[in-house]
């Protein structure tokens, strides 16, 4: 949830309304109803600072001498009244009420709705409280006296909810705009004095604002820094201030897909586990969703249909067990917390994109995800729990893309080689994977165009596979932490005609390159860092005639041997169009 704290010196030209809200907070309720609840809301239009406002006023002192128990809950559009709840019953723990602390082993998440209002109603019994809330519905708890503040851009949810008038908010004044502008412009007061001409046609862009704080910060930080009167009259007239939104074509220079991606985040959710925080202001995420209409969506279990235009379908759910999604696509459950998955997997017969990345608690997979024979991606990566892959890998038959992180010593190979359209392969922490699938004859892998190998300590790449014929066709190679890793391996070799980039990465104990690297005759792109042995690049490296960029980084001997037209074997390089040589002082 988002914090009510707010510095003074932010907020300028709320004074008034400030004090006309703290008035209506201290008077009795006009209906004289001690049964009922005393709401009062904040209505005006998004960017106008009614959040803004509401912490002014929850973080004045008048207001704590008056309610010795104060809530502060901001709630998205599309909540869970669960959520909401635990979240009202934490903001109450959260204040001075620590003699009804609640058991520190008790699970909110495991109680039912019905458990839940128990405890908010045993936080809040016979108390006199201050909750501030951004539309949701009522609690009708508490002792007479309790305050609820709302903040709205809703009219008709304000009558709903209002037992008083709305305090309706409205822009501010040009001179307090002009005042935000500058704030955010000007780093020093300095520079304020030093450039009155861009004070002057400052004037004219805040009057084009309508007094919208939100749009007046906006802009100025747009302005940060800049001095040059072109930059500030360019914002000045620009065609967007005479945007109408039934003429889509200022939005035609836009990515529409990127920027629908929005959508997809929740406003004001803080989760400081593996996923972290998203602030994002009601009309950052208004826009996209203008823009693409339902195209994407964002829900949860509750809803009872799902637009058919809708491409891009995220949930809010912790509990997956049991739903259905039969006629999806995509399934993204990156960064989750599942043990087993959910059995519905294996019915999902249209699955094309499955993403379990990130999963810390999962040991296995279910077999029936073997059936999926229209899966093209499957991502395991970051999952470091996972004790082995399905067995019946070789049924997916589709699969081109595979991400892999397990404990497993040795791939199956036997499956994996059936894999005939596998084109990206990455192999990620893999712990104690000793082979790089043992046994299987790699030119079976012949769609294989990029593969990753990224922090698999015990790892020997060459094994197995020597007596190999070559005849593979990788485009991309990435050998990232991979102490094993003393020379490159021969099945390499079968790539000399199609590699198009080679990166080496944190390969501690790597000595040499093979003779045979120049022969790459597609090779444009080639990194090598951190690879503190290595102490030359292979001789004929002047005869790669397609290599384009050349990176080198952390290899103390390289970066001196091969330092841009002042290393010994400069010219053996010198061909090659883009050349960086970076060491860092660790």
């Not at 709705?113 to 109603?121: D, G, S, W, Y």
């Not at 593996?274 to 009309?283: C, M, T, V």
């Not at 892999?404 to 190979?413: C, D, G, N, R």
């Not at 400069?570 to 090659?576: A, E, K």
Request: with cysteine; charged share 25%.
């Amino acid at each position: 949830m988002t914090h009510s704290y707010v510095t003074d010196s932010d907020v300028t030209g709320r004074e008034q309304d400030k004090g006309e809200i703290i008035k209506l907070l201290n008077q009795q309720d006009p209906n004289d109803d001690c049964n009922s609840l005393y709401v009062i809301p904040i209505v005006g239009m998004e960017g106008l600072g009614k959040s803004t406002l509401a912490k002014f006023v929850f973080n004045d002192k008048r207001i704590h001498e008056c309610f010795p128990l104060k809530m502060w809950v901001c709630v998205s559009e599309d909540f869970d009244i669960k959520q909401l709840v635990i979240k009202i019953i934490n903001s109450a723990n959260d204040s001075a009420f620590l003699a009804d602390a609640p058991d520190p082993q008790l699970n909110f998440n495991i109680l039912d709705i019905e458990q839940l209002q128990k405890q908010l109603r045993n936080k809040l019994a016979g108390r006199e409280f201050l909750l501030f809330l951004d539309d949701v519905d009522l609690i009708q708890i508490g002792a007479n006296g309790s305050k609820i503040l709302v903040t709205t851009h809703n009219h008709f949810v304000a009558s709903m909810m209002g037992t008083v008038p709305s305090h309706i908010l409205e822009g501010l004044p040009l001179e307090d705009s002009l005042w935000h502008l500058v704030k955010w412009a000007f780093k020093e007061k300095e520079e304020e004095e030093k450039y009155p001409h861009l004070i002057n046609i400052g004037k004219e862009i805040v009057k084009k604002c309508s007094g919208i704080p939100f749009s007046v910060r906006t802009l100025g930080s747009l302005l940060f820094s800049k001095f040059e009167a072109n930059e500030w009259e360019y914002v000045r007239n620009n065609e967007v201030w005479n945007f109408q939104p039934e003429k889509m074509t200022f939005y035609q220079h836009f990515k529409l897909q990127s920027l629908a991606y929005l959508i997809s985040f929740i406003q004001d959710f803080v989760n400081y586990g593996i996923s972290y925080l998203f602030k994002i202001h009601d009309l950052v995420h208004d826009l996209p969703l203008y823009l693409i209409k339902v195209k994407c969506l964002l829900v949860n279990f509750h809803i009872q249909s799902i637009p058919e235009n809708v491409q891009h379908l995220s949930f809010v759910e912790e509990d997956l067990h049991g739903k259905s999604f039969t006629a999806k696509s995509i399934l993204d459950l990156s960064d989750s917390t599942f043990e087993t998955l959910p059995r519905f997997i294996g019915k999902l017969k249209h699955l094309r994109y499955l993403n379990l990345c990130n999963n810390k608690k999962i040991k296995r997979l279910p077999n029936s995800i073997c059936k999926l024979q229209n899966l093209q991606i499957l991502s395991l990566r970051g999952s470091m729990e996972l004790e082995a892959l399905s067995k019946g890998l070789k049924s997916l038959i589709s699969l081109y893309n595979f991400g892999i992180t397990t404990k497993q010593a040795v791939l199956p190979e036997n499956k994996i080689a059936n894999l005939s359209s596998l084109q990206y392969l990455t192999i990620e922490c893999c712990d104690k994977v000793e082979s790089l699938f043992l046994g299987v004859e790699l030119p079976i892998l012949k769609a294989l165009d990029y593969l990753r190998v990224d922090n698999c300590d015990k790892l020997e790449l060459s094994n197995g596979h020597e007596d190999q014929n070559f005849n593979l066709r990788l485009k991309t190679i990435m050998f990232y932490s991979s102490p094993q890793l003393v020379n490159l391996p021969h099945w390499l070799q079968g790539s000399v005609n199609t590699l198009v980039s080679l990166m080496l990465d944190n390969c501690d104990n790597l000595e040499v390159l093979p003779d045979w690297l120049p022969k790459l005759t597609c090779l444009k792109v080639r990194y090598v860092a951190d690879c503190p042995k290595l102490q030359s690049l292979p001789y004929g490296i002047h005869c790669v005639s397609a290599l384009e960029h050349l990176e080198i980084a952390d290899c103390p001997e390289l970066c001196r041997k091969y330092k841009p037209r002042a290393g010994e074997c400069w010219n053996q390089i010198s061909h090659i169009k883009k050349i960086r040589t970076v060491e860092r002082n660790i």
